[in-house]
T-cell receptor, first 114, second 113 residues
Framework: EAGVVQSPRYKIIEKKQPVAFWCNPI?????LYWYLQNLGQGPELLIR????????DSQLPKDRFSAERLKGVDSTLKIQPAELGDSAVYLC????????????FGEGSRLTVL | AQSVTQPDIHITVSEGASLELRCNYS??????LFWYVQSPGQGLQLLLK??????LVQGIKGFEAEFKRSQSSFNLRKPSVHWSDAAEYFC???????????FGTGTSLTVIP
């Protein structure tokens, strides 16, 4: 069984440029999470999807961040325009409907904003 | 407010020595507690979880953790550390639906020969 797949693994951009991250969850996992992980910190939730619906986006900075999960499978997280402080790792995770307490994480997308 | 505190930012142990990583939590309802491990350049992987019942839980890779409600703690232990255990360890607290997960800031483990 394939795990959570994220791309790109690394991205370097200049400030004010746009950037997008893609995530494909484990097949059959209807819940998808995007987390932000700053250096030396634990993951912080940005947005959580149940199928196509964003059920918790309270921590998503909506002035520059957006996300979508069309068709309830893969998801895209976008930043436009990027700022220096957005340099971090963006983690995607998924979980099954029958919650077992386990989030399955991808390897993350490391963003560097210059 | 819900929070997780991992007081040790970095720990160094010798291979074969025992390990204990500390975790304290603050949670308004019945806590569900987790330990995740993150190897360099990798995503997080669940080591173990506590929902209810026996307060000593066993996980993968020889890890165990003990829930102590009176101390609001969920410390992770391993009797004998292997070099491959070097990684970042995150404690997390949440509810029983997966809707809420709060991660600590992590403890970085270095294993020396």
């Amino acid at each position: 069984e394939a795990g959570v797949v994220q791309s790109p693994r690394y991205k370097i951009i200049e400030k004010k440029q746009p950037v997008a991250f893609w995530c494909n969850p484990i097949s059959g996992h209807n819940t998808l999470y995007w987390y932000l992980q700053n250096l030396g910190q634990g993951p912080e939730l940005l947005i959580r999807y149940e199928n196509e619906e964003a059920v918790d986006d309270s921590q998503l900075p909506k002035d520059r961040f957006s996300a979508e999960r069309l068709k309830g499978v893969d998801s895209t997280l976008k930043i436009q325009p990027a700022e220096l402080g957005d340099s971090a790792v963006y983690l995607c995770a998924s979980s099954s409907d029958h919650f077992t307490g386990e989030l399955f994480f991808g390897e993350g997308s490391r963003l560097t904003v210059l | 407010a819900q929070s997780v505190t991992q007081p040790d930012i970095h720990i160094t142990v010798s291979e074969g020595a025992s390990l204990e990583l500390r975790c304290n939590y603050s949670y308004g309802a019945t806590p569900y507690l987790f330990w995740y491990v993150q190897s360099p350049g990798q995503g997080l992987q669940l080591l173990l979880k506590y929902f209810s019942g026996d307060t000593l839980v066993q996980g993968i890779k020889g890890f165990e953790a003990e829930f102590k409600r009176s101390q609001s703690s969920f410390n992770l232990r391993k009797p004998s550390v292997h070099w491959s255990d070097a990684a970042e360890y995150f404690c997390a607290v949440g509810d029983n639906t997966g809707n809420q997960f709060y991660f600590g800031t992590g403890t970085s483990l270095t294993v020396i020969p």
